[in-house]
Protein backbone atom coordinates (compact mmCIF):
# COMPACT_ATOMS: atom_id res chain seq x y z
CA UNK A 1 0.00 0.00 0.00
CA UNK A 2 1.46 3.55 -1.08
CA UNK A 3 1.48 6.51 0.48
CA UNK A 4 -1.50 9.34 -1.00
CA UNK A 5 -2.84 12.26 -0.78
CA UNK A 6 -6.36 13.38 -2.46
CA UNK A 7 -9.04 15.88 -2.00
CA UNK A 8 -11.75 15.04 0.58
CA UNK A 9 -13.88 16.16 -2.10
CA UNK A 10 -13.01 13.13 -4.20
CA UNK A 11 -12.95 10.49 -1.80
CA UNK A 12 -16.55 11.96 -1.22
CA UNK A 13 -17.60 10.77 -4.58
CA UNK A 14 -15.63 7.47 -4.65
CA UNK A 15 -16.26 6.76 -1.06
CA UNK A 16 -19.33 8.56 0.15
CA UNK A 17 -17.08 10.84 2.67
CA UNK A 18 -19.11 13.95 4.32
CA UNK A 19 -17.93 16.89 2.56
CA UNK A 20 -16.39 19.77 4.63
CA UNK A 21 -19.31 21.70 5.44
CA UNK A 22 -18.12 25.29 4.36
CA UNK A 23 -18.13 25.76 0.43
CA UNK A 24 -14.84 27.34 0.46
CA UNK A 25 -12.86 25.03 2.45
CA UNK A 26 -10.90 22.26 1.09
CA UNK A 27 -9.46 19.62 3.31
CA UNK A 28 -6.58 16.91 1.90
CA UNK A 29 -5.54 13.59 3.74
CA UNK A 30 -1.93 12.22 3.33
CA UNK A 31 -1.68 8.51 4.29
CA UNK A 32 1.35 6.24 4.79
CA UNK A 33 0.80 2.69 5.61
CA UNK A 34 2.27 1.13 8.14
CA UNK A 35 5.74 -0.03 7.69
CA UNK A 36 6.22 2.68 4.95
CA UNK A 37 6.04 5.73 7.70
CA UNK A 38 8.80 7.51 9.60
CA UNK A 39 9.51 10.22 11.89
CA UNK A 40 9.31 12.99 9.22
CA UNK A 41 5.30 12.82 8.79
CA UNK A 42 6.47 14.37 4.80
CA UNK A 43 3.72 13.99 2.54
CA UNK A 44 3.08 15.22 -1.28
CA UNK A 45 1.12 18.72 -1.19
CA UNK A 46 0.70 18.82 2.81
CA UNK A 47 3.57 20.87 4.86
CA UNK A 48 5.52 18.91 6.88
CA UNK A 49 4.93 19.29 10.61
CA UNK A 50 6.24 23.04 11.78
CA UNK A 51 7.68 24.31 14.98
CA UNK A 52 7.22 27.81 14.66
CA UNK A 53 3.72 28.28 12.72
CA UNK A 54 1.18 30.19 14.50
CA UNK A 55 0.00 27.55 17.10
CA UNK A 56 3.29 27.14 18.47
CA UNK A 57 2.89 29.97 21.26
CA UNK A 58 -0.86 29.28 21.27
CA UNK A 59 -3.01 28.20 24.18
CA UNK A 60 -4.35 24.86 24.09
CA UNK A 61 -7.57 23.75 26.91
CA UNK A 62 -9.72 20.75 26.40
CA UNK A 63 -12.65 22.51 27.77
CA UNK A 64 -14.79 19.13 27.29
CA UNK A 65 -13.39 15.19 28.04
CA UNK A 66 -10.68 13.48 29.53
CA UNK A 67 -7.21 13.28 28.36
CA UNK A 68 -5.59 10.27 28.78
CA UNK A 69 -2.41 10.51 31.41
CA UNK A 70 -0.60 7.07 29.68
CA UNK A 71 -0.32 10.07 26.96
CA UNK A 72 1.58 13.39 26.42
CA UNK A 73 0.18 16.33 27.90
CA UNK A 74 -1.44 19.27 26.03
CA UNK A 75 1.36 21.12 25.04
CA UNK A 76 2.57 17.77 22.58
CA UNK A 77 0.59 19.26 20.18
CA UNK A 78 2.25 22.44 19.35
CA UNK A 79 5.77 21.87 20.23
CA UNK A 80 7.42 21.27 17.39
CA UNK A 81 8.82 17.63 18.58
CA UNK A 82 6.84 14.30 17.11
CA UNK A 83 6.66 10.95 17.89
CA UNK A 84 9.79 8.89 17.20
CA UNK A 85 7.77 5.40 16.27
CA UNK A 86 4.28 4.48 15.63
CA UNK A 87 3.46 3.34 18.84
CA UNK A 88 4.86 6.55 21.16
CA UNK A 89 2.36 7.24 23.06
CA UNK A 90 4.33 9.83 25.39
CA UNK A 91 5.24 12.08 22.18
CA UNK A 92 1.24 12.01 21.33
CA UNK A 93 -1.65 13.35 23.17
CA UNK A 94 -5.00 11.31 23.32
CA UNK A 95 -7.78 11.10 24.72
CA UNK A 96 -9.86 9.12 27.48
CA UNK A 97 -13.81 8.13 27.20
CA UNK A 98 -16.04 8.93 24.77
CA UNK A 99 -14.33 12.38 22.43
CA UNK A 100 -13.60 16.14 23.96
CA UNK A 101 -13.77 19.43 22.51
CA UNK A 102 -10.34 21.28 22.57
CA UNK A 103 -9.88 24.98 22.32
CA UNK A 104 -7.24 26.92 20.49
CA UNK A 105 -6.50 30.38 21.13
CA UNK A 106 -4.21 32.06 19.02
CA UNK A 107 -3.79 35.02 21.00
CA UNK A 108 -5.09 37.66 18.50
CA UNK A 109 -7.29 37.47 15.06
CA UNK A 110 -5.38 35.81 12.24
CA UNK A 111 -6.04 35.24 8.75
CA UNK A 112 -5.18 31.81 8.65
CA UNK A 113 -4.03 29.80 5.36
CA UNK A 114 -3.90 26.71 6.46
CA UNK A 115 -4.95 24.07 9.82
CA UNK A 116 -2.57 20.85 9.62
CA UNK A 117 -3.11 17.86 11.86
CA UNK A 118 -0.71 14.70 12.38
CA UNK A 119 -1.31 10.99 13.46
CA UNK A 120 0.07 8.21 13.43
CA UNK A 121 -0.61 4.63 15.37
CA UNK A 122 -0.35 0.93 14.14
CA UNK A 123 -3.90 0.24 14.85
CA UNK A 124 -7.56 2.23 15.96
CA UNK A 125 -5.71 5.31 17.03
CA UNK A 126 -4.33 6.58 13.84
CA UNK A 127 -7.19 7.97 12.02
CA UNK A 128 -8.47 11.45 12.58
CA UNK A 129 -12.18 11.91 12.94
CA UNK A 130 -12.82 15.43 14.20
CA UNK A 131 -15.41 18.57 13.09
CA UNK A 132 -13.69 22.22 13.08
CA UNK A 133 -14.48 24.89 14.51
CA UNK A 134 -13.48 28.78 14.66
CA UNK A 135 -14.25 32.19 15.35
CA UNK A 136 -13.11 35.84 15.76
CA UNK A 137 -14.42 36.05 19.53
CA UNK A 138 -16.77 39.04 18.93
CA UNK A 139 -20.13 37.53 17.39
CA UNK A 140 -23.13 38.37 19.62
CA UNK A 141 -23.40 35.73 22.22
CA UNK A 142 -19.97 34.19 21.28
CA UNK A 143 -18.68 31.93 24.48
CA UNK A 144 -15.11 30.73 24.39
CA UNK A 145 -15.65 28.05 26.30
CA UNK A 146 -19.27 26.26 25.67
CA UNK A 147 -20.54 23.94 28.00
CA UNK A 148 -20.84 20.18 27.08
CA UNK A 149 -23.45 19.22 24.58
CA UNK A 150 -23.81 22.84 23.44
CA UNK A 151 -24.83 23.46 19.86
CA UNK A 152 -21.42 25.52 19.08
CA UNK A 153 -23.11 27.55 15.79
CA UNK A 154 -25.56 29.20 18.50
CA UNK A 155 -22.43 30.34 21.04
CA UNK A 156 -20.73 32.54 18.16
CA UNK A 157 -19.09 29.84 16.48
CA UNK A 158 -18.39 29.39 12.46
CA UNK A 159 -18.35 25.67 11.52
CA UNK A 160 -15.12 25.59 9.05
CA UNK A 161 -14.95 21.73 7.97
CA UNK A 162 -15.58 17.81 8.79
CA UNK A 163 -12.64 15.36 8.85
CA UNK A 164 -12.56 11.71 8.94
CA UNK A 165 -9.53 10.00 7.66
CA UNK A 166 -11.32 6.95 7.98
CA UNK A 167 -11.28 5.41 4.56
CA UNK A 168 -7.99 6.38 3.96
CA UNK A 169 -6.30 2.87 3.27
CA UNK A 170 -7.15 -0.80 3.80
CA UNK A 171 -6.90 -0.42 7.87
CA UNK A 172 -7.33 2.03 10.65
CA UNK A 173 -3.70 1.93 11.08
CA UNK A 174 -1.02 3.81 9.68
CA UNK A 175 0.59 7.94 9.90
CA UNK A 176 -2.15 10.27 8.68
CA UNK A 177 -1.64 14.22 8.05
CA UNK A 178 -4.80 16.41 7.15
CA UNK A 179 -4.53 19.85 5.84
CA UNK A 180 -7.29 22.56 5.91
CA UNK A 181 -7.32 25.11 3.31
CA UNK A 182 -9.30 27.76 1.46
CA UNK A 183 -10.47 27.62 -2.12
CA UNK A 184 -9.90 31.37 -2.48
CA UNK A 185 -6.56 31.71 -0.43
CA UNK A 186 -7.36 32.35 2.99
CA UNK A 187 -9.27 30.01 5.10
CA UNK A 188 -10.79 32.60 7.47
CA UNK A 189 -10.07 35.31 10.29
CA UNK A 190 -10.05 33.30 13.56
CA UNK A 191 -8.67 34.08 16.98
CA UNK A 192 -10.77 30.99 18.44
CA UNK A 193 -10.60 26.97 17.45
CA UNK A 194 -12.57 23.78 18.82
CA UNK A 195 -11.34 20.65 17.65
CA UNK A 196 -14.55 18.49 18.78
CA UNK A 197 -12.94 15.52 18.60
CA UNK A 198 -13.99 11.54 18.07
CA UNK A 199 -12.70 8.13 18.62
CA UNK A 200 -12.55 6.16 15.41
CA UNK A 201 -14.52 3.39 16.27
CA UNK A 202 -18.32 3.73 17.38
CA UNK A 203 -18.64 3.31 21.14
CA UNK A 204 -14.87 2.09 21.77
CA UNK A 205 -12.99 4.40 24.20
CA UNK A 206 -9.64 2.52 23.52
CA UNK A 207 -9.77 4.33 19.72
CA UNK A 208 -8.65 7.87 20.90
CA UNK A 209 -6.50 8.95 17.84
CA UNK A 210 -2.87 9.67 18.58
CA UNK A 211 -2.67 13.41 17.57
CA UNK A 212 1.12 14.16 17.09
CA UNK A 213 0.67 18.04 16.06
CA UNK A 214 -1.79 20.68 15.13
CA UNK A 215 -0.45 23.14 13.18
CA UNK A 216 -1.80 26.51 12.40
CA UNK A 217 -0.50 28.58 9.53
CA UNK A 218 -0.79 32.61 9.34
CA UNK A 219 -1.40 33.75 5.67
CA UNK A 220 0.82 36.88 6.51
CA UNK A 221 3.78 35.47 8.59
CA UNK A 222 7.16 36.91 7.79
CA UNK A 223 9.22 34.06 9.08
CA UNK A 224 9.91 30.64 6.80
CA UNK A 225 8.28 27.60 8.95
CA UNK A 226 11.07 25.32 10.32
CA UNK A 227 10.55 21.54 10.16
CA UNK A 228 9.29 20.14 13.49
CA UNK A 229 12.16 17.83 14.93
CA UNK A 230 11.35 13.74 15.23
CA UNK A 231 11.94 12.48 18.79
CA UNK A 232 15.08 10.68 19.47
CA UNK A 233 14.56 7.55 18.97
CA UNK A 234 15.25 5.02 22.21
CA UNK A 235 13.75 2.27 22.19
CA UNK A 236 15.36 -0.96 20.29
CA UNK A 237 13.44 -2.58 17.96
CA UNK A 238 13.34 -6.54 18.11
CA UNK A 239 11.59 -9.24 16.17
CA UNK A 240 9.87 -12.69 16.64
CA UNK A 241 11.46 -15.05 14.31
CA UNK A 242 8.79 -16.99 12.50
CA UNK A 243 6.17 -14.66 13.23
CA UNK A 244 4.59 -10.74 12.45
CA UNK A 245 4.99 -9.76 15.81
CA UNK A 246 7.98 -7.08 16.90
CA UNK A 247 8.37 -4.99 19.94
CA UNK A 248 10.65 -2.16 21.34
CA UNK A 249 12.35 -1.78 24.46
CA UNK A 250 13.42 1.29 25.87
CA UNK A 251 15.69 1.54 28.82
CA UNK A 252 16.89 4.87 28.20
CA UNK A 253 15.67 6.19 31.65
CA UNK A 254 16.84 3.21 33.70
CA UNK A 255 20.10 2.12 32.08
CA UNK A 256 20.34 -0.53 35.31
CA UNK A 257 18.16 -2.53 33.50
CA UNK A 258 19.55 -2.56 30.46
CA UNK A 259 21.57 -5.44 30.96
CA UNK A 260 18.73 -7.76 32.43
CA UNK A 261 16.42 -6.38 30.00
CA UNK A 262 17.77 -7.26 26.83
CA UNK A 263 19.75 -10.45 28.28
CA UNK A 264 17.02 -12.11 30.03
CA UNK A 265 13.47 -10.78 29.63
CA UNK A 266 13.86 -10.00 25.50
CA UNK A 267 14.21 -13.97 25.02
CA UNK A 268 10.85 -14.28 27.27
CA UNK A 269 9.18 -12.14 25.58
CA UNK A 270 10.35 -13.36 22.02
CA UNK A 271 9.06 -16.94 23.27
CA UNK A 272 6.25 -16.25 25.45
CA UNK A 273 4.11 -13.28 23.27
CA UNK A 274 3.15 -15.85 20.76
CA UNK A 275 1.94 -18.68 23.12
CA UNK A 276 -0.18 -16.38 24.66
CA UNK A 277 -1.50 -15.25 21.25
CA UNK A 278 -2.13 -18.53 20.92
CA UNK A 279 -3.85 -19.19 24.11
CA UNK A 280 -6.02 -16.76 23.63
CA UNK A 281 -7.94 -16.88 20.59
CA UNK A 282 -11.53 -16.01 19.29
CA UNK A 283 -12.78 -15.42 15.48
CA UNK A 284 -11.82 -13.15 13.44
CA UNK A 285 -9.24 -11.60 16.41
CA UNK A 286 -5.92 -10.92 14.73
CA UNK A 287 -3.41 -10.06 17.93
CA UNK A 288 -1.29 -6.62 18.01
CA UNK A 289 2.13 -7.32 15.99
CA UNK A 290 3.61 -4.41 17.43
CA UNK A 291 3.93 -3.18 21.16
CA UNK A 292 6.45 -1.60 23.57
CA UNK A 293 8.31 -2.25 26.98
CA UNK A 294 9.25 1.03 28.97
CA UNK A 295 11.09 1.14 32.00
CA UNK A 296 10.42 4.33 33.98
CA UNK A 297 12.58 6.08 36.32
CA UNK A 298 9.69 8.30 38.52
CA UNK A 299 7.05 5.39 37.90
CA UNK A 300 5.24 3.99 41.20
CA UNK A 301 3.73 1.08 41.57
CA UNK A 302 4.48 -2.07 39.24
CA UNK A 303 3.74 -2.23 35.86
CA UNK A 304 0.78 -1.27 33.88
CA UNK A 305 -0.36 -1.77 30.02
CA UNK A 306 -2.40 1.00 27.90
CA UNK A 307 -3.29 -0.94 24.56
CA UNK A 308 -0.40 -1.69 23.29
CA UNK A 309 2.30 0.22 25.50
CA UNK A 310 3.55 -1.69 28.41
CA UNK A 311 5.49 0.20 31.42
CA UNK A 312 6.84 -0.72 34.32
CA UNK A 313 8.57 1.32 37.78
CA UNK A 314 12.54 1.29 38.30
CA UNK A 315 12.17 1.09 41.88
CA UNK A 316 10.28 -2.01 41.89
CA UNK A 317 12.04 -3.89 38.97
CA UNK A 318 15.16 -2.68 40.41
CA UNK A 319 14.83 -5.28 43.63
CA UNK A 320 12.77 -7.92 41.25
CA UNK A 321 14.91 -8.52 38.56
CA UNK A 322 16.10 -11.83 39.97
CA UNK A 323 12.66 -12.69 41.63
CA UNK A 324 9.13 -11.50 39.62
CA UNK A 325 10.54 -9.69 37.38
CA UNK A 326 10.28 -11.03 33.84
CA UNK A 327 6.96 -13.23 35.43
CA UNK A 328 5.26 -9.49 36.26
CA UNK A 329 6.01 -8.36 32.51
CA UNK A 330 4.17 -12.05 31.23
CA UNK A 331 1.37 -10.91 33.46
CA UNK A 332 1.28 -7.84 31.09
CA UNK A 333 1.82 -9.39 27.51
CA UNK A 334 -1.75 -10.93 28.42
CA UNK A 335 -3.30 -7.44 28.76
CA UNK A 336 -1.56 -6.56 25.19
CA UNK A 337 -2.78 -9.77 23.63
CA UNK A 338 -6.48 -9.26 25.73
CA UNK A 339 -7.60 -6.19 24.23
CA UNK A 340 -11.71 -6.00 25.19
CA UNK A 341 -12.44 -4.00 23.30
CA UNK A 342 -16.06 -5.00 22.11
CA UNK A 343 -18.38 -2.69 24.15
CA UNK A 344 -19.45 -3.50 27.54
CA UNK A 345 -16.72 -3.69 30.56
CA UNK A 346 -15.77 -7.45 31.63
CA UNK A 347 -15.03 -7.77 35.46
CA UNK A 348 -12.39 -6.59 36.46
CA UNK A 349 -11.16 -9.81 38.74
CA UNK A 350 -11.65 -11.92 35.83
CA UNK A 351 -8.98 -8.78 33.17
CA UNK A 352 -6.57 -9.49 36.03
CA UNK A 353 -7.01 -13.14 36.68
CA UNK A 354 -6.75 -14.47 33.79
CA UNK A 355 -3.07 -12.69 32.82
CA UNK A 356 -2.21 -14.07 36.39
CA UNK A 357 -3.73 -17.57 35.62
CA UNK A 358 -1.17 -17.67 32.67
CA UNK A 359 1.62 -16.48 34.50
CA UNK A 360 1.45 -18.52 37.86
CA UNK A 361 0.18 -21.72 36.34
CA UNK A 362 1.11 -21.93 32.53
CA UNK A 363 4.86 -19.59 32.44
CA UNK A 364 5.95 -20.75 35.73
CA UNK A 365 4.16 -23.17 37.30
CA UNK A 366 7.05 -24.27 39.43
CA UNK A 367 6.96 -21.17 41.56
CA UNK A 368 3.39 -21.94 43.10
CA UNK A 369 2.65 -17.97 42.97
CA UNK A 370 -0.89 -18.34 43.31
CA UNK A 371 -1.05 -20.99 46.07
CA UNK A 372 -3.80 -19.84 48.54
CA UNK A 373 -1.65 -19.77 52.12
CA UNK A 374 -3.64 -21.89 55.12
CA UNK A 375 -4.53 -18.79 57.01
CA UNK A 376 -6.88 -17.02 54.16
CA UNK A 377 -8.12 -19.81 52.17
CA UNK A 378 -11.99 -19.24 54.90
CA UNK A 379 -11.91 -15.71 53.74
CA UNK A 380 -10.91 -16.33 49.90
CA UNK A 381 -13.09 -14.62 47.28
CA UNK A 382 -12.73 -16.51 43.75
CA UNK A 383 -13.31 -12.48 42.73
CA UNK A 384 -10.57 -11.24 44.52
CA UNK A 385 -8.63 -10.37 41.25
CA UNK A 386 -4.86 -11.37 40.45
CA UNK A 387 -3.38 -14.52 42.20
CA UNK A 388 -6.29 -15.85 43.90
CA UNK A 389 -8.75 -15.18 41.11
CA UNK A 390 -5.95 -16.88 38.93
CA UNK A 391 -6.23 -19.83 41.17
CA UNK A 392 -9.77 -20.67 40.97
CA UNK A 393 -9.54 -20.47 37.53
CA UNK A 394 -7.15 -23.16 37.59
CA UNK A 395 -9.45 -25.39 39.80
CA UNK A 396 -12.54 -24.66 37.50
CA UNK A 397 -10.14 -25.62 33.96
CA UNK A 398 -9.05 -28.54 35.79
CA UNK A 399 -12.47 -30.22 37.35
CA UNK A 400 -14.94 -28.94 34.48
CA UNK A 401 -13.36 -27.37 31.28
CA UNK A 402 -9.82 -27.25 30.31
CA UNK A 403 -10.61 -24.64 27.56
CA UNK A 404 -12.56 -22.24 30.43
CA UNK A 405 -10.14 -19.65 30.17
CA UNK A 406 -9.94 -19.66 25.88
CA UNK A 407 -14.01 -19.47 25.85
CA UNK A 408 -14.41 -16.70 28.71
CA UNK A 409 -12.02 -14.47 26.86
CA UNK A 410 -13.10 -15.27 23.48
CA UNK A 411 -16.77 -13.91 24.70
CA UNK A 412 -15.18 -10.58 26.90
CA UNK A 413 -13.19 -9.66 23.85
CA UNK A 414 -17.10 -9.46 21.34
CA UNK A 415 -18.65 -7.56 24.48
CA UNK A 416 -20.56 -10.52 25.25
CA UNK A 417 -19.23 -11.68 28.78
CA UNK A 418 -22.17 -12.43 31.12
CA UNK A 419 -22.23 -14.31 34.35
CA UNK A 420 -24.26 -16.63 32.62
CA UNK A 421 -21.83 -17.90 30.53
CA UNK A 422 -20.21 -19.79 33.59
CA UNK A 423 -23.50 -22.44 33.61
CA UNK A 424 -23.05 -22.83 30.26
CA UNK A 425 -19.57 -23.40 29.88
CA UNK A 426 -19.71 -25.81 33.52
CA UNK A 427 -23.65 -26.49 34.37
CA UNK A 428 -22.94 -24.58 37.52
CA UNK A 429 -22.99 -20.60 38.16
CA UNK A 430 -19.85 -18.86 39.55
CA UNK A 431 -21.25 -18.11 43.21
CA UNK A 432 -21.68 -22.23 43.38
CA UNK A 433 -18.22 -22.51 41.69
CA UNK A 434 -16.71 -20.09 44.51
CA UNK A 435 -18.23 -22.57 46.84
CA UNK A 436 -17.20 -25.57 45.95
CA UNK A 437 -13.54 -24.21 45.20
CA UNK A 438 -13.64 -22.76 49.01
CA UNK A 439 -15.28 -26.25 50.35
CA UNK A 440 -11.69 -27.43 48.27
CA UNK A 441 -9.41 -25.07 49.78
CA UNK A 442 -10.87 -26.18 53.23
CA UNK A 443 -10.61 -29.95 52.65
CA UNK A 444 -6.47 -29.08 51.31
CA UNK A 445 -5.90 -26.68 54.55
CA UNK A 446 -7.41 -29.43 56.62
CA UNK A 447 -5.12 -32.22 54.76
CA UNK A 448 -2.14 -30.09 55.47
Same mark, same amino acid.
Do not use: C
Given at each position: ? $??????????????????????????? %?? &????????? $??? #??????????????? !??????????????????????? !??????????????????????????????????????????? =????????? &????????? #?????? $??????????????????????????????????????????????????????????? +????????????????????????? /????????????? &????????????? =?? @???????? %??????????????????????????? #???????????????????? +???? /????????????????????????????????????????????????????????????????????????? #????????????????????????????????????????????? @? $???????????
Amino acid at each position: M $KSFLLPLALFSTLLSWSLPAQADAKVQ %VG &YHANGEANG $KFE #FPGIPAPSRNDAATD !ATFTLIDGDMDRNGGALGKLHDG !ALPGDEDDPANNFFLRGAGARLLVDLGKVTEIGSIQSYSWHPG =ARGPQVYKL &YGSEGSAAG #FNAKPE $KGAELEKSGWQKVADVDTRKAGPQLGGQYAVSITGNAGALGKFRYLIFEIEPTVSGNTQ +SNTFYSEIDVTDLHATAKAEPAAAA /KANAEAFEIAGTP &YRFTLDVSETPEL =AD @WARNKLVP %VVQQWYPKIVEMLPSEGYVAPQRFSIT #FLKDMQGVAATSGTRVVGAL +SWYR /KNMEGEGIGSIVHELVHVAQQYRGGGRPPGWLIEGIPDYIRWYLYEPQSHGAEIPPSRAANARYDASYRTSAN #FLNWVSGKYDKELVRKLNAEMRQGRYKEELWKEITGHTVQELGDE @W $KAALAQKTAAQ
